[in-house]
């Protein structure tokens, strides 16, 4: 069952309500709130910070995917990349009189946030997403895909944060996605993947960075901006399995 506003698209899956919000490029006024509250000299070029992605289960529960959380998690220390793009960006910070450091490639390892009256509980697992499942030919009931962020670093590569959903009869499915290219330096990215099963009483969510040296991918330019393509090329830098647990007296179909 859809149902659409301006900007949102409403899906219910179960006892599972997802939101899509959708708007135009954050302006001025809540740039300048967001840089207040980060306490970062900068914001990414193109940040739309009333998007955002959630995910409720009836009994209060939930996941959300939003921008500000995410830049929460950017460092206050320079990247440590001494690339032609480092010597733009200090340039233009002693321009605007900004002599605060901070991770301008916008690397964030942010996972999404747990939300309403009663969190799920994180427990470690070392069970994995079932990728053969995922890979059968099921009809999708629901898909959004959602840019948090987006900045070109000064005509120097790309950083972006999206999310996607996509709902099937078995379950849903979530990837969070942060893509950066230095160009002629590195490709990384942090990659959550979030999947729940219709018959179980938890979400699995995986997450892994991965990177690698530019110069030792066998792509081509063009396909070093497709991070499907990338990924595989990628070496795995840091990998974890969690449980996110439904409460302990809700049921899969959300019974209490």
């Not at 309500?17 to 959708?22: G, L, R």
């Not at 079932?130 to 005509?155: G, Y």
């Amino acid at each position: 069952m859809a149902s659409r506003k301006k900007s949102e698209e409403k899906y219910t899956f179960g006892p599972w309500t997802f939101v899509a919000k959708k708007t135009h490029i954050s302006g001025c006024e809540e740039i300048e709130q967001m840089t207040r509250s980060l306490g970062l000299p900068a914001l990414p070029e193109m940040l739309f910070g009333g998007n955002s992605l959630s995910v409720m289960h009836c009994a209060g529960h939930g996941l959300e995917f939003r921008a500000q959380p995410a830049l929460a998690k950017v460092s206050h220390q320079q990247p440590g990349l001494t690339v032609a793009c480092s010597e733009t960006w200090q340039r233009g910070c002693q321009a605007a009189d900004v002599v605060q450091p901070y991770d301008w490639t916008y690397t964030t390892d942010y996972r999404g946030c747990l939300t309403g009256s009663r969190c799920m509980q994180v427990q470690p697992t070392t069970e994995r997403i079932d990728q053969a499942k995922l890979m059968n030919r099921e009809p999708i009931l629901f898909f959004e895909d959602i840019v948090l962020f987006e900045d070109e670093l000064h005509d120097h590569g790309i950083s972006v944060l999206s999310v996607k959903v996509r709902v099937m009869q078995s379950g849903f499915f979530l990837l969070l996605r942060f893509f950066l290219r230095v160009d002629g330096v590195v490709i990384r990215v942090n990659e959550t993947r979030i999947y729940h099963q219709v018959d179980t009483s938890y979400l699995i969510r995986e997450f892994v960075t991965k990177e690698r040296y530019i110069k030792d991918i066998p792509l081509s330019l063009s396909e070093l901006s497709d991070p499907a393509a990338v990924f595989p090329h990628l070496h795995v830098v840091k990998e974890e399995s969690e449980k996110l647990l439904l409460p302990s007296d809700v049921n899969s179909e959300g019974l209490v």
